[in-house]
């Protein structure tokens, strides 16, 4: 079992940089998938980005491409969402998430996630 607990969040201006990340709990971290998920008042949990085990391959949603960067330190047992440019519609709880081994690829669905954080809030204004 792991616990995640993100940290970070807070209030930027439009077109600003933030970072967060996420701490987990535990021995294991290196063999969790880990992602970023994001929700915003009234919609639906969305994905954000994803990255593997071993940092070889990360996912990005279109929304967030070219702008967001996910890295982790699996010394550490954190997971970082580097966010540039930011925008308005950025504003969200982002959450992360651990998909527990065996895992494969890098699933854009919550369903795939078996952890989740509390989540921070993360606010653009404009």
């Known amino acids: 079992q792991v616990q995640l607990a993100e940290s970070g969040g807070g209030l930027v201006q439009a077109g600003g940089s933030l970072s967060i990340s996420c701490v987990a709990s535990?021995?294991?971290?290196?063999?969790?998938?880990m992602a970023w998920f994001r929700q915003a008042p009234g919609k639906e949990r969305e994905f954000v980005a994803a990255?593997?085990?071993?940092?070889?391959?990360?996912g990005y949603a279109d929304s967030v491409l070219g702008r967001f960067t996910i890295s982790r330190d699996n010394v550490k047992n954190t997971v970082y969402l580097q966010m540039n440019r930011m925008k308005p519609e950025d504003t969200a709880v982002y959450y992360c998430?651990?998909?527990?081994?065996?895992?494969?690829?890098?699933?854009?669905?919550?369903?795939?996630?078996?952890?989740w954080g509390r989540g921070t809030q993360v606010t653009v204004s404009s």
């Open positions: 998430a651990a998909d527990s081994p065996p895992n494969f690829g890098l699933p854009k669905i919550a369903l795939a996630y078996d952890y």
């Open positions: 535990g021995r294991t971290f290196s063999s969790y998938g």
């Open positions: 990255i593997s085990r071993s940092s070889d391959s990360t």
